[in-house]
């Protein structure tokens, strides 16, 4: 697995912290085309390392829906299931102007998370698992 030095280890993947803002759809490609996903969030240790080490705020992270009107998913494929790993700020998500169909960390809290128009451009994380051993 060839990881640049500009990756930030924690727990089992790397993450890349880009402060170029790109709309979402454009970070998640950027993410793709370096073997990663938009970072998704899978405990509370992961969402405090990420508002803790992102130095500027909002960024965009993997969350958004199937549909203007559709459920939330990780576009990595982790399951959006436990509601105690939803780190909202209290009243988000509230899709403002029924146009807010993806997810930011907005505040270097554990509660969040605000649901903001995709067309922003933000700073966004990246994050690969590391795999152990490669031949
Ligand atoms: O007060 C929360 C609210 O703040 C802004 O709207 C005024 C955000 N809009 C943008 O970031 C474009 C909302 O997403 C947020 O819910
Ligand atoms: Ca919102």
């Known amino acids: 697995q060839m990881v640049s030095q500009d990756w930030n280890y924690f727990k089992g993947n790397f993450y ?15 993410c793709m085309s370096r073997n ?13 390392f990420l508002y803790k080490t992102a130095s500027d705020f ?23 299931n436990d509601p105690s790993l939803r780190f909202w700020i209290p009243g988000e ?7 807010e169909h993806c997810a930011l960390i907005r505040i270097p809290l554990l509660m969040s998370w605000n649901d903001a128009s995709c067309d922003k451009t933000l ?3 990246c994050k690969q698992p590391y795999v ?4």
């Open 58 to 80: 909002p960024f965009w992270i993997g969350l958004t829906k199937t549909g203007s009107e559709g459920n939330w998913f990780w576009t990595d494929n982790t399951p959006f």
């Open 123 to 125: 700073p966004f994380v």
């Open 36 to 48: 990663s996903h938009l970072t998704s969030v899978t405990s509370k240790s992961e969402q405090e």
């Open 93 to 99: 998500p509230n899709n403002a102007g029924n146009n």
């Open 132 to 135: 152990p051993s490669e031949p």
């Open 16 to 30: 890349y912290f880009s402060y170029t803002p790109k709309t979402w759809y454009s970070a998640q490609q950027f």
